[in-house]
């Protein structure tokens, strides 16, 4: 019989290098993997027709492929698909298993993320069950595979229908928020399920999010043969003692009933990129019940790994073979000596909450992530890359993977450890209150564990955040007293039971068994395990600005330890608004862009503030790009506050960095990847250096903020300018900016500096430069609201240049101008935007030739707005 075995490509290229490899180092392989991920079709239960299918993939982007139906994300689109989450679905595809394969003492197959109740069936038998998305399944199928052609089908049942019945059957009421778009999801009664199942919950929608909840095979499958032994798992630990660092290795092993060999060894390597290597070996004794072995190295004077902005991100390999004479499996990693911890001691304000990376505390800045697409096998490497390199590149060092999301892909904290990103992963729990079944807890638990054994290596790592907003809904939004008053006190302790069993016992314990040496906080906001938020210790979501309407100045009073939330909406630019509208709908009121707006009270609060601000913009294209501008303002105040507060506050992670559809939103970069005003105006406010004031009533204090661990001799220039360019007043002072500390460095008498007369037509422009000119910082301050400055009309000469890796864009002005918005539809980011050009100084923005962008390409589609063109 001729054999077939299902190869990728990738496999066939594998074989062919396993091969060389062996036939120089005779040693085979224990463990051979062939990818499942071809050949699938799909179906609705209800019906015959059967369509091919990608896997990794989705239901909705399957039917998308196949024609059947439109493009989610288009105009109102969204809202004819609800049909899709109602049906139960399933995929097939045909494995073929060759004679060696079929032979293997040991066959399993690994599914590495189902969506979400799947019932498994190999050869028409049902072989496994599984209702949670977060967790791999290895199911072993040695008794059910055979020689040759395998029927292996996967049924998906609907996600609403089974959170409804989970619903029925509890017979009390969870609190959900309204993130649970029930209503667009046309569900019976308008019921909100989200809870029930262990699914990403901004699938159901949010107050960002469309409502589609998928099903599908959204990760890779593999068929997994062994023999003998394999590695189960790694788990790497280190210690850092002054100029020494231990690398131990613990490691499980599993071995076949039938395998025992004297010859047995494991072997640590540790390598960098250069010519350092040191290996250890140790025997395998197999009579050791466990099954889990430890080896260590210890190395001198390590290169230490450090967050964006410090140091180098030095990162050594690491590999592990466990062999014995003839045999050998081996797995490859990589680790950066560091040590991060949470430093939560009494002080004279409350309680601290900062990180220290290598013994140094770290003000942390950053951001909130959400999955880049809601159809979760979308984004590619590229997109990774390019949204990691974003927030590298605007000077951030702390990520947070927000809880109503996923654990997101290997490829993502792989990226955070080249680029020093600190990772504070959030477990996914959010904006809710969970059941407390056993059967509910016993599925949190294993989830738990293998989220932290997955992601526990990653140098980025530095904290496990239980849950988003779950307490502070608990506590602060009325949600306990209400199912007091509406189910009964017994119900609302429950509920809180519940909360308690998972955030205080199943998560914390999980924790320390497995990854101990990572901190982990209950939940953000909070002020302790189950304590509230507070301004003087733990960590605060602040929005009073946005939901409470508070000025942006109200930042400057709100100084907590750690900002872990903060945010203001924008639009994304008229370029991408044009992708997912007709020109009908080019008004921010339409039917459709009202659909591409999820906050209840979104368009009405961006509208409430511009004014405040701005003047009203002349047209809907305007009005796109000024929304921009007053977000970014708004977010440049809070960061400031922040920063110019340490080490009172020693973090601020705004809300958040991206888009997962085209939408009205809180992100700096929008779902097609295109930069906002927010973003450009991040990378200058998290720089190491920042200028930043305060006004007073007779006094501007001028601080200087640095995050460099050195003490820098600078030049420090305060010059008030008119929009013409005439300097008015200028004072310079040559001063010591002190390592990673916020000060005064400069107090002025405000009747002394300021003419009140001209300050609808001046600004002071603030500048620190280092000994040799270079420009280490530069800043801004107005003394009116924008809409009343006297802004010129601009005069803006401009000129490219082709150099061989970039553009050049050079632009000059006579006269001030505002907020320079440089617009390309087929680019993303600029190296600066949405700028403001100082009289008579010369600007340069870079643009990287990444895309078959030509000059005169560039040339046609450059267009400039500028905020005095702006207006009515
Ligand atoms: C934060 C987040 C999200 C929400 C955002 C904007 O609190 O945790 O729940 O999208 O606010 O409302």
New binding site residues.
């Given amino acids: 019989m001729k054999v077939k075995i299902f190869l990728s490509p990738i496999k066939k290229y594998q074989f062919l290098f396993i091969a060389i490899i062996l036939s120089a180092c005779a040693k085979q392989d224990t463990v051979t993997d062939f990818s499942v991920n071809n050949n699938w079709f799909f179906s609705s239960i209800d019906d015959s027709a059967w369509y091919p299918a990608t896997v990794p993939g989705t239901i909705h982007t399957d039917l998308l492929d196949n024609n059947l139906i439109d493009d989610p994300f288009f105009r109102l689109n969204e809202h004819e698909l609800q049909w899709i989450d109602k049906k139960d679905w399933r995929y097939k595809t045909n494995l073929f298993v060759n004679q060696e394969t079929f032979s293997s003492q040991n066959i399993i197959l690994e599914f590495s993320g189902l969506d979400t109740y799947a019932n498994i069936i190999l050869n028409d038998s049902s072989i496994y069950n599984s209702d949670n998305m977060f967790r791999a399944i290895n199911v072993d199928v040695k008794n059910y595979i055979k020689l040759g052609s395998n029927k292996l089908e996967i049924v998906f049942d609907s996600p609403i229908k089974k959170g409804l019945e989970k619903k029925k059957k509890l017979n009390y009421n969870v609190p959900i928020s309204a ?1 649970d778009l029930a209503e667009i999801g046309q569900v019976e009664g308008n019921e909100r399920v989200s809870v029930f199942s262990r699914k990403a919950g901004y699938h159901f929608g ?3 999010g469309p409502r589609l909840v998928t099903s599908g095979i959204w990760k890779p499958v593999i068929l997994k043969a062994w023999n003998n032994f394999k590695i189960d798992d790694v788990y790497l630990n280190q210690e850092i003692k002054k100029d020494k660092a231990i690398l131990k290795a613990i490691v499980d092993v599993d071995f076949d009933n039938e395998y025992v060999s004297e010859e047995l060894k494991i072997e640590l390597k540790l390598s960098d990129n250069n010519d350092f290597t040191k290996r250890k070996v140790i025997d395998i004794d197999q009579k050791n019940q466990s099954h889990t072995y430890e080896v260590s190295i210890e190395i001198n004077n390590p290169k230490l790994w450090w967050p964006n902005g410090m140091g180098e991100q030095n990162l050594y390999n690491v590999e592990i073979s466990v062999f014995d004479n003839n045999r050998i499996d081996s797995k490859s990693l990589r680790t950066g000596f560091r040590t991060i911890e949470l430093i939560r001691e009494p002080d004279s304000i409350g309680t601290s909450f900062y990180f220290k990376v290598n013994g140094h505390p770290v003000f942390m800045k950053g951001v ?1 992530y959400i999955p880049q697409d809601v159809f979760l096998n979308r984004p590619s490497k590229d997109n990774y890359k390019k949204i990691l390199s974003a927030a590298a590149e605007a000077n951030m060092n702390m990520i947070r993977v ?1 809880g ?1 999301g996923v654990y997101e892909r290997d490829i993502f904290y792989n990226l955070c450890d080249e680029k020093g990103l600190l990772v504070w992963q959030d477990f996914m729990f ?2 809710a209150m969970y059941p407390g079944n056993n059967s509910f807890l016993e599925n949190v638990k294993e989830e738990a564990i293998y989220n932290i054994k997955r992601l526990r290596n990653h140098t980025s790592l530095a904290l496990w955040c239980g849950n ?2 779950v307490l502070t809904a608990w506590e602060n939004w009325g949600w306990k007293e209400n199912e007091i008053k509406n189910q009964s006190q017994e119900i609302a302790d429950t509920i809180f039971k519940a909360y308690e069993d998972i955030f205080h016992k199943i998560l914390p314990e999980a924790i320390s068994m497995y990854d101990s040496k990572t901190s982990y906080w209950p939940s953000s906001p909070g002020g302790g395990f189950g304590k509230k938020q507070k301004l003087e210790s733990g960590n605060a ?1 602040y ?1 009073w600005v ?2 409470g309407k508070k000025p942006f100045s109200s930042y400057n009073d709100s100084i907590p330890r750690f900002m872990a ?1 903060f ?1 203001f909406q924008s639009f994304p630019e008229f370029n991408s608004v044009k992708k997912y509208t007709n020109e009908s709908d080019y008004n921010i009121y339409s039917d459709v862009m009202k659909s591409h707006q999820r ?1 209840s009270i979104g368009n009405e609060t961006i509208e409430e503030y511009l004014v405040r601000d701005y003047n009203t913009p002349k047209d809907f294209e305007n009005y796109l790009y000024v929304s921009q501008l007053l977000q970014a303002n708004g977010i440049k105040t809070g960061i400031e506050a922040h920063r110019r507060n340490m080490p009172r506050c020693m973090g601020s992670l705004y ?2 960095l991206n888009d997962c559809w085209p939408v009205a939103s ?1 992100s700096g970069i929008d779902y097609y990847g295109k930069w906002k005003a927010l973003h450009y105006t991040v990378k200058k406010s998290f720089s190491t250096f920042l200028l930043s004031h305060n006004l007073h009533q007779d006094t501007l204090d001028i601080y200087v903020i640095s995050d460099s661990l050195k003490d820098v001799h600078a030049t420090l220039k305060v010059k008030m300018l008119d929009f013409e360019g005439n300097v008015l007043k200028q004072l310079d002072d040559e001063i010591l900016v002190n390592s990673n500390q916020s000060k005064i460095k400069m107090r002025i008498p405000v009747a002394n500096f300021i003419d009140s007369s001209i300050i609808d037509m001046s600004f002071v422009y603030l500048t620190l430069s280092d000994k040799n000119q270079r420009l280490l910082a530069e800043n801004k301050i107005f003394f009116k609201p924008f809409k009343d400055l006297k802004l010129p009309s601009n005069e803006i000469n401009y000129s490219i240049l082709e150099k061989t890796d970039r553009f050049q864009i050079t632009l000059k002005s006579k006269t001030f101008v505002k907020n320079v918005f440089l617009e390309i539809n087929s680019l993303n980011n600029f190296s600066d935007n949405y700028f403001d050009l100082i009289p008579n100084k010369t600007k340069t923005v870079f643009i990287n030739k990444e895309n078959e962008l030509s000059k005169d390409v560039l040339r046609k589609e450059l267009k400039i707005l500028t905020l005095d063109q702006s207006y009515k």
């Fill in positions: 993130n949010w107050d960002w909130n927000w109503g959010a904006c988003n907003e979501h929005w946005w939901w939330e945010g906050s809300w958040q809180w």
